[in-house]
């Protein structure tokens, strides 16, 4: 009988999709085994469009079931091992009283002393590992081997549209010259990264319209709001202003159906990373949030950070971080244009 692996991760997209070698090192030491992701309702796309996934089971909807009925669902999973990636007292208990015969957890977290009866030493704050990396080290709860190389780890992140770019995108993005580049600036990070700045983001997009390419802005309608005045400034520069009006399955086709994508340490980062786009990624070099832990994976995946290792200028302040404003506009704009040529030449 193949065995059914739940992975739990319920955080946020960015923290999924780098969650995905797990599912995909699981396919490769259990062939025919299924994998299902346990996370939030807007990370059910990203599900669906992970070839290592076969199915999702929805958190937000399984807490609304009465207490017997949780445990139901879990049950009706046939899962046989949970890995809890993100730490969650309340599935911890759910898979224990579920009866999930496998339950790995971290040695960290006191609730899953006594929640999983497969505890492994993991500690993300000081380790020199990548998040993709660190999440592998549950695996080892299995007593399966983690010892993948980050090159090896990255072609386990990987994502596929599913659902076509409606009519209208598509000959909007398929208007361009020959020698243009489609790329979509995505500015906010809604908290969980380090922002490059307003500023910033103005000087590269008329860099980018002055050199002949088109510029897509994305983002949540709550971050179209925000960026109003910044959007009509730039309208001129501007493709198309794209915020609130992509849900994550079409997001992802336009990403996938463009040539790149600039952004902080945030979620779209690591979605163009995944579906095999340019994606390069703006950092500080601050622990943890360097590139060394929250790069962007993939095969066009990149990054730009400031010199100035492990700087801690901005720990109390992190509004007030310098050394991410560092990065110069002209820079970032030289590195998107140097994907002109590759992707003239495929």
């Not at 090192?25 to 259990?30: D, E, P, S």
């Not at 505890?119 to 592998?136: D, I, K, M």
């Not at 209208?168 to 208007?175: I, R, S, V």
């Not at 060394?292 to 509004?319: H, I, K, S, T």
Request: positive net charge; hydrophobic residues 45%.
């Amino acid at each position: 009988m193949s065995r059914t692996f739940l992975v739990s991760r319920t955080d946020a997209i960015g923290d999924v999709v780098l969650t995905l070698p797990v599912a995909g090192r699981l396919k490769q030491l259990y062939p025919g085994c299924r994998v299902l992701l346990l996370g939030r309702t807007y990370t059910q796309a990203i599900a669906d469009a992970c070839p290592w996934l076969d199915g999702f089971l929805n958190l937000d909807e399984l807490l609304q079931l009465p207490a017997a009925g949780q445990v139901a669902a879990l049950r009706a999973t046939a899962a046989d091992t949970i890995l809890h990636v993100f730490p969650n007292k309340t599935i911890a208990q759910l898979a224990r009283k579920a009866g999930i015969r496998h339950r790995i957890g971290t040695r960290s977290r006191w609730f899953h002393w006594l929640t999983c009866n497969h505890l492994v030493a993991l500690s993300r704050r000081h380790s020199p590992l990548h998040e993709a990396q660190l999440n592998l080290q549950l695996l080892h709860g299995l007593g399966a081997s983690t010892a993948l190389s980050l090159p090896e780890v990255a072609q386990l992140v990987r994502l596929r549209p599913v659902v076509a770019l409606r009519p209208t995108l598509q000959k909007l993005l398929a208007a361009r010259q020959p020698s243009q580049l489609n790329v979509i600036l995505h500015p906010r990070s809604r908290g969980s990264a380090r922002e490059w700045g307003l500023a910033h983001f103005g000087q590269l997009t008329r860099l980018l319209h002055q050199t002949g390419h088109r510029v897509f802005i994305t983002g949540t309608a709550a971050e179209g709001e925000e960026l109003r005045e910044w959007l009509q400034e730039h309208q001129p520069y501007l493709t198309a202003d794209l915020t609130g009006q992509l849900p994550l399955p079409e997001f992802l086709a336009f990403i996938g159906a463009a040539d790149g994508l600039v952004a902080g340490s945030t979620g779209p980062l690591h979605l163009a990373a995944a579906l095999g786009r340019h994606a390069l990624g703006l950092y500080p070099p601050i622990r943890p949030m360097h590139p060394g832990r929250w790069a962007p994976l993939g095969p066009l995946a990149e990054y730009a950070v400031f010199d100035r290792p492990d700087c801690q200028d901005c720990r109390q302040q992190p509004a007030a971080c310098t050394c991410i404003k560092e990065l110069a506009a002209a820079e970032v704009a030289g590195r998107i244009l140097a994907w002109q040529p590759l992707i003239l030449s495929s």
